[in-house]
């Protein structure tokens, strides 16, 4: 079973930053596929940044150059560090991690939800001008 357990959100202005962090308890100390998502209410779960295994890091065009993932795996905990955020960046941030075995991210993991069975429970993002 894995849980996780997502911190970090808040109220900013434009231009401001913030890091989001996961905290993930499983059994299993193998190292998997975990990402970002982030989602508008009546608007679809988008990915923003994902990171596999081996440590590669992938990103919605749309965040490319300010935010980036990172993982510490003594600490069991993921993070997306959000800097030069935009309104537009205002959302529900979910923190979601992929089964045990899925050491790669498959090329439509942006979009492919059922490819990470576990989730936490999002920390809302708002961004103001």
């Known amino acids: 079973q894995v849980q996780l357990v997502e911190s970090g959100g808040g109220s900013v202005q434009a231009g401001a930053s913030l890091t989001l962090s996961c905290t993930v308890s499983r059994v299993s100390d193998s190292r998997i596929s975990m990402a970002w998502f982030r989602q508008v209410e009546g608007k679809e779960r988008e990915g923003v940044a994902g990171?596999?295994?081996?440590?590669?890091?992938e990103y919605a065009d749309s965040v490319k150059g300010r935010f980036s993932i990172s993982q510490d795996n003594a600490k069991n905990t993921l993070f997306l560090q959000m800097n030069s955020l935009e309104p537009e960046d205002t959302a529900m941030y979910y923190c979601?991690?992929?089964?045990?075995?899925?050491?790669?991210?498959?090329?439509?993991?942006?979009?492919?939800?059922?490819?990470?069975?576990?989730w936490g429970q999002g920390t809302q993002v708002t961004v103001s001008n």
């Open positions: 990171i596999d295994s081996a440590g590669r890091a």
């Open positions: 979601a991690a992929a089964s045990d075995g899925n050491f790669w991210l498959p090329r439509t993991w942006r979009t492919s939800l059922v490819f990470f069975p576990y």
